[in-house]
């Protein structure tokens, strides 16, 4: 029994793993509890960045400078907002007695703001728009900030790839989406498109995560499919490469299922955008290994906002942004089915060692009640010694 129990315990506790894996089961959504939490470590994160105690004051006014002169005012923000685990004691101590105020990120914001070097606080000031000082009313969101691309460039790229088969694909194919050829798409979609594509040109972008995005796009909208379907619809007239006869080819080769999978990774990209900003986004997707990973960086976005946009731009890209953001996890039967396989293993160990830890105990008392006898032969325990036993050396 103990050695099934053993045997039993790490195969159902790998099975659990594989099934919460395999389905997903985290739930990265933003909610009120856990966002200081995530806030917290971030900015432990951005705190990490300053490897010498000396004059940390001088270090974070730098690096906030840095980001003013690179002209992104979000990691700007997100370094003077993580003030409290950057700065010395003393002075963490004023954005702390902000931040329990209540006032939020604007009362820390301002309050950072006298603890600038006065050169580094006016370029913030004139570069960066103080939270407090943002309007109520939000952006329309029905407004495109910026596209891929228009049918003009559709047109040039089916050319293209039209007469190189081998050609990347992926500008092509994200262009077709935000052109709504591959169904219907989003504002956020459209800007997780673009800052998709800003991002796959990247030098440090995850081979394995361009891999999986070549190979979700390559099952929306397979090429092989398009090329044919576009030489069919110049049989009516035109290039198999016009946008009249690419668009239409294009529609015809998109697999709808795969398809509503892309448009839903384009729009958690989106919110990822959304929260900080389109650059931002294409900076946080860098700290990525798989497609799954975005929905921990949606949750970065919402939660930490210009602080995770700090932390994406100087941490290595070592896995410890995503560590940052803690899903909920949710259960399906399977799992529950291979939690039961775990606790039943455990309780099968426990009930076989209490059981030998009882024999055990028993055993011991009676050797105990059982010691004064020791001193004394009982009949049977009498010993016959004869000279017959005895031989001469």
């Given at each position: 029994m103990f050695n099934l129990c053993l045997l039993l315990l790490p195969l159902a506790t790998a099975a659990a793993v594989l099934i919460i894996g395999r389905d997903q089961l985290y739930a990265y959504e933003y909610n009120e509890a856990g966002a200081r939490s995530i806030i917290e470590r971030v900015e432990a994160l951005n705190g990490s960045l300053i490897q010498v105690d000396f004059d940390r004051q001088r270090q974070w006014?730098?690096?906030?400078?840095?980001?003013?002169?690179?002209?992104?005012?979000?990691?700007?923000?997100?370094f003077l907002l993580s003030g409290a685990e950057m700065l010395p004691p003393r002075s963490a101590a004023v954005l702390r007695r902000a931040a329990a105020d209540g006032a939020g990120d604007a009362a820390i914001e301002v309050a950072a703001l006298q603890l600038l070097l006065p050169g580094t606080r006016e370029r913030y000031q004139a570069?960066?728009?103080?939270?407090?000082?943002?309007?109520?009313?939000?952006?329309?969101?029905?407004e495109r900030s910026e596209t891929l691309g228009d049918p003009r460039d559709f047109e040039l790229m089916a050319r293209a790839l039209l007469a190189e088969p081998e050609t990347d694909p992926l500008q092509f194919v994200l262009t077709g989406f935000s052109l709504g050829l591959g169904g219907d798409i989003s504002t956020a979609m459209n800007d997780g498109a673009v800052s998709l594509l800003a991002s796959t040109r990247r030098d440090d972008f995850p081979t394995s995560l361009s891999d999986e995005i070549h190979a979700l796009l390559a099952q929306a909208m397979p090429i092989e499919n398009f090329t044919a379907a576009a030489r069919v619809s110049a049989e009516d007239g035109g290039a198999p490469?016009?946008?009249?006869?690419a668009s239409v080819a294009f529609a015809a080769s998109i697999n709808q299922e795969a398809a509503a999978r892309v448009r839903a990774m384009l729009a958690e990209i989106g919110e990822i955008g959304s929260a900080t900003s389109s650059d931002a986004a294409a900076t946080m997707l860098t700290h990525a290994n798989t497609i799954a990973d975005f929905a921990r960086l949606r949750l970065l976005a919402q939660t930490a906002g210009d602080r995770a946009a700090a932390a994406a731009k100087r941490l290595p890209r070592d896995g410890s942004l995503l560590l940052a953001a803690r899903g909920e996890l949710e259960f399906n039967r399977e799992l529950l089915i291979a939690i039961?396989?775990?606790a039943l293993a455990l309780a099968g160990l426990l009930?076989?060692?209490?059981?030998?830890?009882?024999?055990?105990?028993?055993?011991?008392?009676?050797?105990l009640n059982h010691e004064d006898d020791d001193d004394h032969y009982s009949d049977s325990?009498?010993?016959?010694?004869?000279?017959?036993?005895?031989?001469p050396l």
């Open positions: 006014d730098n690096m906030v400078a840095m980001e003013l002169m690179a002209d992104d005012p979000a990691a700007a923000r997100g570069n960066v728009q103080l939270l407090s000082l943002r309007p109520n009313t939000a952006t329309p969101t029905s490469g016009d946008f009249d006869n039961g396989a775990i009930a076989v060692i209490g059981l030998k830890l009882f024999e055990a105990a028993r055993a011991g008392i009676r050797s325990e009498l010993l016959e010694i004869s000279t017959n036993n005895w031989r």
